[in-house]
């Protein structure tokens, strides 16, 4: 599979609490990236990793990326009501000189206020 | 704004019609891309676009034909399509060929077959 599989598929925390959310896959991947979609809408870039990297920060985001164990995580720190929304891992592969992103089904984050 | 745009975000159509999605950018990326959302499944890659050249087909039924007429224009033509064809269609673009950058999403087409 070329998709990446995130875990869990829902959370429900309450705010101020931290949201983890974990993706796994099997294929060989130039980089990975985290998107955030508000329900029934189109999917926004949160933060890339390369294949090089071990961890990113971005504000309130910090990724992680075990290319051993091909997995990488998502922690959302002080989370807010706004947080809520789906959350997916994108695995990014060069195929013949274009880049071919796929996605996973997803985690769907509930921020409790 | 991400900076692509897609039209209509709504389309209502009946199984014998012939319709068309519409996606736009100038954000100066050189690949585009089509994809299917449906309820719980993973975002489909549907068809991908890389100087104005399709380079991947999915294995996607023929009564779905894209067409890209240049680097910031991509359309889905949709004919005699089915009740599962349901779903939110979303097109995206990126600069092609490096890996290192991140894909610009538009809000999406949500269609309904009836």
């Known amino acids: 599979s070329q998709q990446g599989e995130e875990d869990p598929q829902a959370l429900s925390i309450q705010e101020g609490e931290n949201a983890t959310m974990n993706c796994s896959y099997k294929?060989?991947?130039?980089?990975l990236q985290w998107y955030r979609q508000n329900s029934g809408r189109g999917l926004v870039h949160l933060i890339l990793?390369?294949?090089?990297?071990r961890e990113k920060h971005s504000g309130r985001l910090r990724v992680t990326l075990d290319t051993s164990k091909k997995s990488s995580s998502l922690l959302i720190t002080a989370s807010r009501a706004a947080d809520t929304a789906s959350y997916f891992c994108?695995?990014?592969?060069?195929?013949?000189?274009?880049?071919?992103?796929?996605f996973g089904i997803g985690t769907k984050l509930q921020v409790i206020p | 704004e991400t900076g692509v745009t897609q039209t209509p975000r709504h389309l209502v159509m009946g199984m014998t019609n012939k319709k068309s999605l519409k996606c736009e950018q100038h954000?100066?990326?050189?690949?585009m891309y089509w994809y299917k959302q449906s309820a719980k499944k993973p975002l489909e890659l549907m068809f991908v676009y890389s100087l104005e050249e399709r380079v991947e087909n999915n294995s996607v039924p023929s009564r779905f034909s894209p067409e890209c007429p240049n680097s910031s224009h991509l359309f889905l033509h949709l004919h005699t399509l089915q009740p599962e064809d349901s779903a939110l269609y979303l097109c995206?673009?990126?600069?092609?060929?490096?890996?290192?950058?991140?894909?610009?999403f538009g809000q999406g087409t949500r269609l309904t077959v009836v």
């Open positions: 990793i390369r294949s090089n990297e």
């Open positions: 994108a695995l990014i592969m060069n195929s013949g000189g274009y880049q071919k992103v796929t």
């Open positions: 294929t060989s991947i130039n980089n």
């Open positions: 954000l100066g990326h050189n690949a």
């Open positions: 995206a673009s990126s600069l092609s060929g490096t890996g290192l950058t991140e894909a610009f």
